[in-house]
């Protein structure tokens, strides 16, 4: 018997992939843009609709008790209404895409500034359409295309995927309440969280000796492997001369009040804590306006400086 | 504020039922409300409403005749309503109270069920249609990032929505009419039954109350003969309605020692007869009118010995009948004991000065009734006057109107004269109905209204049976002669009465609201069955007739929701049509893109296809896609700005065409 009905449940299971694809494929994380189509939307009564539905019921035992064919009419035309509510909250949804998502990253413990751009396939009447399925519900108004504005919480550094959100709408009358999961196939990329008590920054004079001594009297800025490209004039000959590998000076390094931000730096601290203080000083010195180099276990990282260099120090603490 | 106009609107329908107190009391205090609300106030303080609530209810119980009827009923919902709104916070109360206004139209619509409130009742649905939208956005407001205000001047997208909503849903709502199974019989009682307020003519007479009907000019029924060319000539439209046989002094009454048959007695037609269908306005009393004298009794109904039509009453009853006259014929050729004495009875001591004039006419003629009918028809002819504003009488108000005022309406002289008779020695009674008519030529029916309410008398001549006598046409020819409308000032005064476009008008209102109260409000579960069988579903089976209205219903919203869901497609997205503008220029220079090719992939092959642009068709297609796919943090109007220039580039993109295209 139990077999039986684990088997039944197997092909209703079987049957609702092949035919209901809104109930179980929508679940699932899908690539933008998305289009609303009928077939993934849900629609339910609203508690005032529910209402409604029962002040009906009351009007129409009354007239027909009364043969009062006036009422009657009046009920009808309300009950007309009501029915007609579901059909209209779906097509409030229907052919409305979610065309990109995007969020401007940022660190953990903050709140990503989510942007969603809709845009509707078809001409329709100024809706009101909300999203839920995150902390604080948002409205926006849908026309042509319209931009909403949705806050999320980061809770930790690397991609994010987005979380499930609920497109939903009850217009015209609020009697009835449609929906639709929109799940975008998309990461946000979110900032290691700084360390909250600002550690110095491993000035000059303070930290561990930073500079690569090559030779006597000469204090190099520091030295990397030869790659193609490289000018010759830059190849430290002498160095080069005594390890046997082709050398290169790194351009513009020390001398000028550079930093070098270490990943062996902050060796005391556990992993997470080391990757929250590198994120501290690179923060720090972007917003002294330093130059810096960052030296992770993966790759190095500058020395440069500006926002554009901070973010791809910060992306790579991210994905560390 | 689209609440309060709301609530407005499902008051003023029911202005014509409600205490004038309750109104007095009820639409300033929600005028004031809307005004607060208007103006940023919150809802009242609860002392006040429990206040208010106390009073409303106290002074409802202490009006009304009964907590449970239906004034009472509506009186109560519209003061709780009010009461609702003057404490709704939120928008979930606002909702309920534009929900319920549909009920109080409802209330309104158990008093009066004609076209013209029924057509008010469906604009009241546009409102709360409207205002459920406005109180969408209201909610909407504080949340959104573009805040959509509810203002006055958003109320055109409301309203479209509301009336095209209106437009689907009243095919549905006929439909449903038609169809929806319905009760053969009530539930539960009428709440109440005698209907009060505006009422034709009553069971009893009592001088100077028809006059009050004079000056109502609605219709009390309408009449279609069958054969409407050949109608009865003016002086020959007498409706008759109830006949009076006692008197004591004050009023005339009905005696219920005579009660109907379903066979009636025999009228001998000695003319002309008449089949007719008779619909009456009001749900009916007891009583029928009928064109004097009806042959036959109605289907379903009873017919006194003095042809008085009776039949089932309350707001369930048929309203209309049909029925067979002749004016003129002959009853009662014979006058059983039993009626004689009741046709002769006189209040003891009452009037004695006109009990003195009848006993004196006796003595002069004798048994010669025709000289003392004649006698009394001159002196009322000699020194009288008809009006319909009589002067008020006292006790012995045929003495005083004989002898003293003289100025009457129909009854004082229907009923003096048959006082006088009997006096005589004449067995006589009143009968009370319609005299009259107007025809509507636009409809080919007849109009009898509550103005043409008429009294007059019967006497009974051996070997003639019952003559009727009309003393007010003695005074007054010109009454029954033109109706109602040709006497007075009471009904269409002035030029507008006479002006022909006008009284076209009329009539068309008037076929308008008869068939209305024929084919929507007359209609029944027994024509429901009829209507299905005539559409061949067969005998009024309720789970099939149930089956079928689904279908039905479901037929109608379908249909509606594929008219609502065609709506125009909006152009694509402006990236789309700059990429299909250069797909357009590369397929005339030969390369046509396949639709699984992405931009990538379709412009190398363009570009190897076509050496000479190569570099322009790589670099346009590297900017569109950095535009389309990788911008992340590009803000709209950098956005804006590259679109534009990649637009440019590609209309500049020049590529010869080629006749031998490669179509893959």
Request: net charge positive; glycine share 8%.
């Amino acid at each position: 018997m139990r077999g039986r009905i684990a088997q039944w449940r197997e092909s209703g299971q079987r049957f609702a992939e092949r035919r209901l694809p809104a109930l179980t494929r929508h679940r699932q994380p899908e690539p933008l843009p998305i289009l609303l189509h009928r077939r993934r939307i849900y629609v339910l009564p609203t508690r005032f609709g529910l209402y409604a539905g029962g002040l009906l019921l009351v009007m129409l035992l009354g007239a027909l008790n009364f043969n009062n064919n006036a009422a009657l009419l009046l009920t009808f035309a309300l009950t007309g209404v009501l029915a007609l509510s579901p059909l209209r909250a779906v097509q409030a949804l229907e052919r409305v895409v979610l065309e990109r998502a995007e969020a401007e990253p940022v660190h953990a413990d903050d709140m990503i500034e989510l942007r969603l751009h809709f845009r509707s396939e078809i001409a329709r009447q100024r809706v009101g359409l909300e999203i839920a399925g995150i902390s604080t519900p948002v409205r926006f108004d849908l026309l042509t295309a319209a931009d909403a504005l949705v806050n999320l919480p980061a809770e930790r550094r690397g991609w994010v995927p987005l979380p499930w959100l609920s497109l939903s709408s009850d217009a015209p009358f609020g009697m009835f309440r449609a929906w639709s999961v929109l799940r975008p196939l998309q990461d946000v990329l979110v900032w290691p969280r700084p360390e909250p008590t600002a550690a110095p920054l491993p000035d000059r004079g303070t930290g561990v000796a930073r500079h690569v001594r090559i030779a006597e009297g000469e204090d190099w800025q520091g030295l990397r492997d030869y790659r193609p490209g490289d000018p010759p004039r830059r190849v430290a000959w002498k160095a080069s001369a005594r390890t046997e590998r082709l050398l290169v000076r790194e351009p513009g390094l020390p001398a000028d009040g550079s930093l070098d931000l270490r990943w062996e730096d902050a060796a005391a601290l556990p992993f997470e804590q080391r990757i929250s203080r590198l994120t501290r000083w690179v923060v720090d010195a972007a917003a002294a306006g330093r130059r810096y180099r960052l030296q992770l276990p993966t790759e190095v990282l500058g020395p440069a400086s500006g926002i554009e260099f901070r973010n791809r120090c910060l992306r790579a603490l991210a994905l560390l | 504020m689209a609440t309060g106009v709301t609530l407005l609107a499902a008051l003023a329908l029911n202005t014509k039922w409600l205490p004038i107190w309750l109104m007095g009391a009820l639409l300033p205090l929600a005028t004031l409300a809307i005004v607060a609300r208007w103006r940023g106030a919150g809802p009242l303080p609860t002392f006040w409403r429990i206040l208010l609530l106390v009073g409303a209810c106290a002074a409802i119980a202490a009006t009304q005749p009964s907590v449970f009827g239906r004034e009472a009923g509506a009186a109560l919902l519209a003061s709780m309503l009010v009461l609702k709104y003057l404490e709704t916070s939120g928008v979930r109360d606002a909702r309920l109270v534009v929900m319920v206004s549909n009920f109080l139209a409802m209330a309104a619509f158990l008093r009066d069920q004609s076209f013209e409130q029924t057509s008010l009742a469906f604009a009241l649905v546009v409102l709360v249609l409207v205002a459920l939208q406005w109180l969408r956005t209201d909610r909407m407001a504080p949340l959104a990032n573009a805040a959509p205000q509810p203002s006055l001047r958003e109320w055109r997208a409301p309203l479209r929505e509301a009336l095209l909503t209106m437009a689907v849903v009243i095919p549905f709502a006929l439909a449903s009419f038609l169809l929806f199974p319905r009760l053969a019989t009530p539930l539960w009682g009428s709440l109440d039954d005698k209907p009060r307020g505006k009422v034709g003519i009553d069971d009893e007479l009592e001088l100077g109350a028809l006059s009050g009907l004079a000056l109502d000019d609605s219709p009390a029924f309408r009449v279609r003969f069958d054969n409407d060319a050949a109608a009865p000539p003016p002086a020959e439209r007498y409706w008759r309605g109830l006949v009076l046989w006692s008197f004591d002094g004050r009023v005339w009454a009905g005696s219920r020692r005579f009660p109907g048959t379903r066979a009636g007695p025999d009228v001998i037609a000695e003319g002309q007869r008449y089949d007719y269908e008779i619909a009456l306005v009001e749900a009916p009393r007891i009583w029928r009118f009928a064109l004097d004298a009806p042959l036959t009794t109605p289907a379903g109904m009873l017919r006194g010995v003095d042809l008085q039509i009776t039949g089932p009453a309350g707001p369930r009853a048929e309203r209309s009948y049909r029925a067979t006259s002749a004016t003129r014929y002959r009853l009662n050729s014979e006058l059983p004991f039993a009626l004689r004495r009741a046709a002769l009875q006189l209040p003891s001591g009452s009037n004695p000065s006109a009990v003195r004039l009848g006993e004196k006419w006796r003595m002069q003629h004798g048994a010669d009734v025709d000289a003392i009918v004649q006698e009394s028809l001159e002196m009322i002819r000699a020194g009288f006057l008809y009006s319909l504003d009589p002067p008020p009488l006292g006790r012995q108000a045929i003495d005083e109107f004989l002898f003293s005022t003289r100025i009457g309406f129909c009854e004082h002289f229907a009923s003096s004269f048959v006082f006088l008779m009997r006096a005589a020695g004449i067995p006589a009674r009143i009968v009370t109905g319609y005299q009259g008519g107007e025809r509507n030529s636009v409809g080919k029916y007849w109009i009898v209204r509550q103005s043409d309410a008429h009294a007059w008398a019967e006497i009974w001549i051996a070997g003639r049976g019952w003559q009727r006598v009309d003393p007010t046409a003695a005074v007054a020819p010109e009454r029954v002669l033109r109706g109602s409308s040709g006497f007075g000032e009471g009904t269409d005064a002035g030029w507008l009465g006479k002006s022909a476009w006008w009284s076209g008008l009329r009539d068309r209102a008037d076929l308008l609201g008869t068939w209305w109260q024929q084919a929507v409000v007359g209609f029944d579960s027994l024509r429901q069955a009829n209507l299905l069988q005539r559409l061949g579903a067969g005998e009024a089976n309720r789970m099939r007739h149930a089956l079928l209205w689904l279908a039905l219903m479901m037929a109608t919203l379908g249909f509606a929701a594929l008219l609502m869901s065609i709506r125009r497609r909006l152009p694509a997205s402006p990236w789309i049509v700059v990429y299909r503008e250069f797909a357009a220029k590369l397929a005339g220079g030969g390369v046509q893109r396949k639709s699984t090719e992405g931009p990538a992939e379709f412009s190398e092959r363009a570009a190897t296809t076509l050496p000479d642009q190569a570099s322009e068709i790589r670099r346009i297609a590297q900017e569109f896609i950095a535009l389309r796919y990788a911008s992340e943090h590009t803000v709209e109007s950098e956005r804006a700005r590259r679109l534009e220039i990649l637009r440019r580039r590609v209309r500049a993109l020049k590529v010869a065409r080629r006749r031998d295209a490669i179509v893959s």
